[in-house]
């Protein structure tokens, strides 16, 4: 029983929470772009939270099924529409042998999330398939590539369906573009005026971003380092390169790098910067490690009563 794949769109991974202890020989995460959307498909069908889904980018992606199962969408609008009729994110929908699930290009956001009843079956590379298309691992067959016409996506048969959706409150506003940083050790690096003008600056997002890292557009600033010994990277860190233009690293990031950081990216921060676009403006705000803690805190718990 499966999923075949009609057309491919411009980039559709598979993906689950990541491929976690490997950064020590150079491989890097992995995993969902945009976590929160991730794990709320998860639990709108009672999967297990690292049950693998489909993380389709842009849009332009067409899937056949070929048995009956149940689905939740979350994330982007993506115009998504089942069997030519329009349908929205954040909830699920029941699946017939014959039925196809289109997505178009984007209402809002970037990225959409497709997940499936019991997860979609592949055989896990490194303890994961979450697939790393740079470092060529995971994926549907391992080797890290990306979804192609033809691909058949299996999945166990469900007949069972419940209809749900995310409460309203809990769905992320991806128009929010105030993305939250707790300050780096580096911080102090940066003069009192370079500070000022990185939280104050509206930043662009580059045409040049990726699931590696998010390349920014806008004011400069610059580090009183020269420059540093390579140390290994974390989730959501801000390199400041010698231009001066931020580069938020994220899920498909180098494990090491050499450029001062101004800091990080939380977690729900970058779900939401996931979700902008090439052109999309955004702004940085910093927060406390106690404040972060509690954003993450109250999500889990949100998931975790809903569940």
């Known amino acids: 029983m499966a999923f075949k794949v009609i057309k491919p769109g411009l980039l559709a991974l598979i993906q689950d929470l990541g491929r976690h202890g490997h950064q020590s020989i150079g491989l890097t995460t992995g995993g969902p772009m945009d976590e929160v959307a991730f794990r709320w498909g998860n639990a709108l069908l009672d999967n297990d939270s690292n049950s693998a889904q489909i993380e389709i980018t842009f849009g332009m992606f067409t899937l056949e099924a070929q048995a009956a199962t149940s689905i939740a969408i979350t994330g982007a609008d993506l115009a998504a529409t089942l069997n030519d009729k329009s349908i929205t ?14 997505f178009h290009q984007p209402v809002w956001g970037l990225r959409a999330y497709l997940a499936i009843k019991g997860g979609f079956l592949c055989e896990p590379t490194l303890g994961s398939v979450a697939t790393v298309m740079r470092e ?11 979804l192609q016409k033809g691909d058949l996506l299996a999945y166990q048969a469900y007949h069972d369906h419940q209809q749900r959706s995310v409460p309203r409150l809990a769905i992320p506003h991806y128009g929010n573009k105030e993305i939250p940083v707790i300050l780096g050790y ?21 045409s040049n971003s990726d699931r590696m890292g998010y390349r920014l557009e806008g004011q400069a ?11 290994g990277i974390a989730y959501g860190a801000i390199q400041i390169p010698k231009d ?4 938020v690293l994220l899920q498909d990031r180098q494990t090491i790098g050499g450029y001062p950081k101004m800091g990080c990216v939380t977690r729900v921060g970058g779900s ?32 975790a009563q809903w569940r």
Do not use: C
């Open 89 to 102: 994110p954040w909830r699920t929908y029941a699946i017939k042998k014959g039925d196809v699930l289109a």
């Open 136 to 146: 060529k691992i995971g994926g549907l067959n391992g080797k890290g590539d990306k």
């Open 186 to 206: 580096q911080y102090q690096s940066f003069s009192a005026l370079e500070r000022a003008n990185f939280f104050s600056s509206n930043y662009k997002v580059s």
């Open 221 to 231: 600033v610059h580090s009183d380092l020269k420059g540093i010994i390579s140390e």
């Open 244 to 247: 001066g233009q931020p580069i």
């Open 272 to 303: 939401i910067l996931a979700q902008q676009k090439p052109g999309d403006i955004i702004q940085f705000t910093p927060i406390t490690v106690d404040q972060a803690e509690r954003e993450r805190h109250l999500q889990m718990t949100r998931l």
